[in-house]
């Protein structure tokens, strides 16, 4: 395990481009590469570790995407641990993939080639919604990087234990335990959110 420098571990505006093509095919490689290098988390909460890997012939670029991913774990207004990425053993994995893979991983849960899922020690994100993002964000003015916060958040809760969550306030923001994709409305009246909310913990 090579240590690598450490990214800033908090989301200050946009998370830098990682994208190298505006679009994600349906499939890819279907051999995923793990990121190499071990970078630590934040000071203070549980160590908690993990591997990213990144489905090969995916238009993304290894390094960056991992440096955003560990800005979103490691925020302040996150879920509080030490997310350490590592290129070893770890707790658990993200796997970025396409929707085919994703398709794959997250069996038998149905993910019909637009979810992310947590399926055991695996954290799936769709690597299409990395990209482009989910129609409902948009149309509430969020940003791509307001959704990929929401996309780790959301599945590493799972990892975490917790569950699904209705709109407990509408006109309030949205738990990040809510499901924010499949929502073809309004969000049940709750503004979009990617950060923990008290709502969120036990």
């Known amino acids: 395990m090579t240590p690598v420098a450490k990214p800033p571990l908090e989301v200050t505006g946009d998370l830098p481009d990682d994208t190298t093509a505006p679009s994600v095919p349906e499939a890819a490689g279907t051999t995923t590469e793990v990121v190499p290098g071990t970078v630590a988390g934040r000071e203070g909460g549980d160590v908690v570790t993990y591997r990213l890997e990144i489905e090969q012939g995916l238009p993304l670029n290894p390094e960056q995407t991992a440096q955003n991913i560990h800005a979103i774990l490691n925020d302040p207004r996150g879920w509080g641990r030490n997310f350490t990425r590592t290129d070893g053993a770890a707790d658990f994995r993200i796997v970025l993939a396409s929707p085919h893979l994703v ?14 899922c947590r399926n055991g020690t695996t954290v ?3 690597a299409m919604r990395w990209v482009e993002g989910a129609d409902m964000w948009k149309q509430l003015n969020k940003t791509m990087t307001d959704y990929r916060i929401y996309m780790v958040n959301h599945e590493v809760g799972h990892f975490l234990g917790h569950g699904h969550l209705g709109c407990p306030s509408p006109g309030g923001p949205a738990p990040v335990m809510k499901q924010q994709s499949a929502d073809g409305g309004n969000n049940s009246g709750c503004i979009p959110n990617g950060w923990i909310t008290d709502y969120d913990r036990p």
């Open 103 to 116: 398709d794959s991983l997250c069996a038998p849960l149905a993910t019909h080639g637009h979810s992310s």
């Open 124 to 126: 799936a994100l769709n």
